[in-house]
């Protein structure tokens, strides 16, 4: 069968930065600045010496221990290692996330598809992410384990090569344990381990996160219904939620609280933009964030947006805006006190608040 290749638009080209922040008497009346920045962010290279005698573990070494045990096993195991879920939110994947979110520091959602584990996803500082640490150096993950920038998967009777650029390479190495596959977020600020995913073969070919080449059969997902992707939306929307107050208390700031008038605007937000093909902080129709937070009659004293498009799912978002600077200056502001989130389809909208103190 002849070979095809299968292009993918790097997901950090499609954002374009521009972070807002608004002041004014109860959101009226007061100066707008904007602060724009459409750079792409230069990445140092890390090098990879092939000719060196390698200290580093081969590709098929296995984990021992750790959350990536859970990869395969079925939801009787899984409930017993952890216990019920706080939530379960619906994905476009086929598979439906266990999320544990009952502190900050072991936030951990588990993919179950057909009854077993096919995903993890963990960004809590207390979790066994072996043989990985959440905080580890990239000097120490590079020191450690080899990084290849090729990643071959054989899967009934199909090829499949993931085809990792330099920025992969360095914001989120593909590393192979076996027969798991792990995504490192790598925050490029602190150079550190931000979190980790875990995922089957079949899992991480349907979500395709890095260019790829293929020879037989492409794992292709239904088109979800309306009713799936509201429902995986709302999920979604939570989960940002989650991430983003992880994110800021790791650097000691205080969580958000959630502003469901502020959601709703957001929400309106990334509709309009997929509606109309317009990745824009302001929408032709709605005006500015400003604009549209005077309008819904949210009350606040500054306020920031983040928005984004064409991410594989929250987890994926957040760790994108994490390594943004405009993003990632909304992201951790310690004025802001609360925050709505909107996602629509695969469009994604922050919207940060300020409220007057009493």
Known sequence: MPLRILTKILILLAIFLTIGFYSGLNGKGGKEV?????????????EVNNDTPQTKAPVSV??????????????????????QPKRIDPSIYGYDWYIYNQ???????????????????????????APFEIGQSVEEIFNTHYIDANVDIKLD?????????????????????????VQLYIDKFTGSLSSVRFLDAETIIKQ???GLVYRGQLIEMPTPTDSLWRSVEKGEE???????????????????KWDQKTANVAYEHSKDMVVNNDFSHTSKKFGSLSDRLNTAKVVFQSAGENIAANYSDAPAVVEGWLNSKGHRDALLNK???????GVYQK???????????Q
Not at 62 to 83: F, N, P
Not at 107 to 121: A, E, N, P, S
Not at 238 to 256: A, G, S, W, Y
Not at 347 to 357: A, L, S, V
């Open 34 to 46: 904007l602060i724009k920045d459409h750079s792409t962010p230069k990445i140092k290279k890390q």
């Open 62 to 83: 296995k984990a021992k221990e750790g959350l990536s045990l859970l990869i395969g096993k079925d939801v009787q195991t899984l409930e017993k290692e952890l216990g």
């Open 103 to 129: 502190s900050y520091n072991s936030y951990v959602q588990i993919g179950v598809q057909d009854g077993r584990v096919v995903t993890v996803y963990a960004i809590g500082q207390n979790l066994d992410v």
């Open 157 to 181: 009777g199909n090829t499949y090569r993931f085809e990792l650029n330099d920025t992969d390479l360095n914001l989120r190495p593909l590393i192979q344990l076996g027969d798991i596959y």
């Open 208 to 210: 395709r996160p890095y």
């Open 238 to 256: 939570q989960e940002i939620f989650d991430l983003t107050n992880i994110l800021r208390v790791r650097h000691n700031l205080k969580p958000l």
């Open 335 to 341: 004025e802001f006190s609360y925050l709505g989130v």
């Open 347 to 357: 469009y994604y909208t922050q919207n940060f608040i300020q409220k007057w103190e």
